[in-house]
Structures are given as C-alpha cells and as structure tokens.
Nanobody
Framework: QVQLVESGGGLVQPGGSLRLSCAAS????????MGWYRQAPGKQRELVAA???????NYGASMKGRFTISRGNAKNTVYLQINSLKPEDTAVYYC??????????WGQGTQVTVSS
C-alpha cells in the first residue's frame, strides 16, 4: 500500500502565505516525480507544480512567481510554498506521486481558503 498525506492548508487572509507538505509512505522502490494540483469548486483539476527526482521543476500556466515547489532530503516529501495568496487560490490542493513501476498515486487533499 502507498499513502500520500498532505498538510498545511487552512484559512488565510489575502496577501498571506502558506506552506503545504506531502509525505509518501508504503511499499515502493523509487519516486520518479511528485507534484501539486488544485481543484476549485466547479472547475477542473489543474497542475500547480511538479518536480522530478533530479529536481527538474515544471509549473502550471500562471503559477510561476508566487508558487515554489521543493523536495525534502529523503525525496519522499514535497513542499509547496505559496506567497501573496489571492481569493482565486481557494481550492483543494492535492499531492501526486509517480512511482517507479506502479504509476500515479494521489493524496486526499488539503483545503486552502483565502478570505478576509
């Protein structure tokens, strides 16, 4: 079994910052890449950022600047730093991992709400 657990979401005022965390655990040989996706009510899930085991990053459209993705030293943890949060950033943020020989796995998601 492979499990991804996200944390760090919550209610924040516009202009604030959050740091989301995701840790992968279970039986797998290697993680090829990890990433963050988000889904707002009534909208499709979209890529925020992804990072490979070689630390190559890929950001979704309009995601560069305020979003920064990074991996932990153990390579089973990924972080998403979000600065200057806007109301339109409100969404459920999901962690994704591409596992060697197993394919993609998803976390349950963490809610980010930006409101005054």
């Amino acid at each position: 079994q492979v499990q991804l657990v996200e944390s760090g979401g919550g209610l924040v005022q516009p202009g604030g910052s959050l740091r989301l965390s995701c840790a992968a655990s279970g039986t797998f040989f290697m993680i090829n890449s990890m990433g963050w996706y988000r889904q707002a009510p009534g909208k499709q899930r979209e890529l925020v950022a992804a990072i490979t085991r070689d630390d190559i990053t890929n950001y979704g459209a309009s995601m560069k600047g305020r979003f920064t993705i990074s991996r932990g030293n153990a390579k089973n943890t990924v972080y998403l730093q979000i600065n200057s949060l806007k109301p339109e950033d409100t969404a459920v943020y999901y962690c994704n991992a591409e596992l060697y020989g197993l394919g993609n796995r998803w976390g349950q998601g963490t809610q980010v709400t930006v409101s005054s």
